[in-house]
């Protein structure tokens, strides 16, 4: 395996891992009834452990990756004296610096009360999110334009993540429906999730055009070129997301109380949305490495 590709494997694997954390324990700790919450929290326990797990070692792997990258190959990824060099001198770094004490709290925060931990893992992880912007793209740019740039990234990657890692606790939710003690909690924490979606969905939709003006100047129409075929495409697969979550919230939550099988439906809608959330994580993890404009 190239150090290129092991670089995009890492950032799969580690982006992926920190979005469900942040989304899924960002929903449960603020929109969740409290006795659902813990409910369902206990339930992602091999979920969390499992996202924590990977996070820390893709965290771990990105260092001597990248070192490889900048230099000569997998021997200098391994070299301390580039290591040192990278971690001192360049903003990939810092970059890593910042995502390694942020990945090292994740594993801290399991040492905690439940109701803390929740909160505890969302900022956390909310924070290791926003460290993405330290590299790639957001900060090609100089002066005000880069701060700018960069939280831009933050609001896309936070909002996109508040909707994507929300959706396998909102699948669980869903299960919860027909439960006699917990079904009023549920359609709570459903509704709730509705009425956030909509903010987040927005927050996507204007960040994400905002970021493809910083970066290309105008929509990513050349697809003469991989960056832009690959951004193209993340935008087909997440505007096919959002008619399925407005199917899902116009069509089938205003049949559920008469209809069993619109129940199903939605459930059915919630596992296709997180399917094509994983494609969308793979394609940024991908097109993130990429040059936007011809060689």
Request: net charge positive; charged share 10%; aromatic share 8%.
């Amino acid at each position: 395996m190239t150090p290129d590709i092991a670089n995009i494997a890492c950032r799969f694997v580690f982006d992926g891992a920190a979005l469900f954390l942040w989304g899924s324990a960002a929903y449960l700790w603020l929109l969740v009834p409290e006795r659902l919450s813990a409910s369902i929290w206990a339930r992602l326990a091999a979920w969390r452990i499992a996202a924590v797990v990977l996070a820390v070692l893709a965290t771990l792997a990105l260092l001597p990756v990248r070192c490889a990258m900048i230099g000569n190959g997998w021997a200098d990824g391994l070299d301390g004296d580039v290591m040192i060099s990278v971690l001192t001198a360049t903003s990939i770094g810092t970059a890593w610096a910042w995502q390694a004490v942020f990945a090292a709290l994740l594993l801290l925060v399991t040492l905690l009360p439940l109701r803390r931990k929740v909160a505890a893992t969302a900022i956390i992880s909310g924070l290791l999110l926003c460290g993405l912007s330290l590299t790639g793209h957001a900060a090609m740019n100089d002066g005000w334009l880069r701060v700018l740039h960069r939280a831009n990234d933050m609001v896309h990657v936070l909002a996109g993540g508040a909707w994507v890692g929300a959706l396998i606790p909102v699948a669980l939710v869903l299960c919860r429906l027909g439960d006699g003690m917990a079904g009023a909690d549920a359609l709570t924490a459903l509704i709730r999730f509705s009425r956030a979606g909509h903010v987040a969905v927005a927050l996507v939709i204007l960040s994400g055009v905002a970021n493809s003006l910083l970066i290309i100047g105008g929509l990513p129409l050349d697809w003469s070129v991989a960056y832009q075929r690959l951004l193209s495409l993340k935008i087909a697969l997440a505007m096919l997301m959002m008619l399925i979550a407005v199917f899902n919230r116009y069509g089938l939550v205003p049949l559920m109380v008469r209809s069993h099988s619109a129940g199903k439906a939605l459930a059915a809608g919630t596992v296709g949305e997180i399917m094509i959330a994983v494609c969308v994580v793979a394609l940024v993890a991908w097109f993130g490495t990429l040059e936007p404009f011809p060689g």
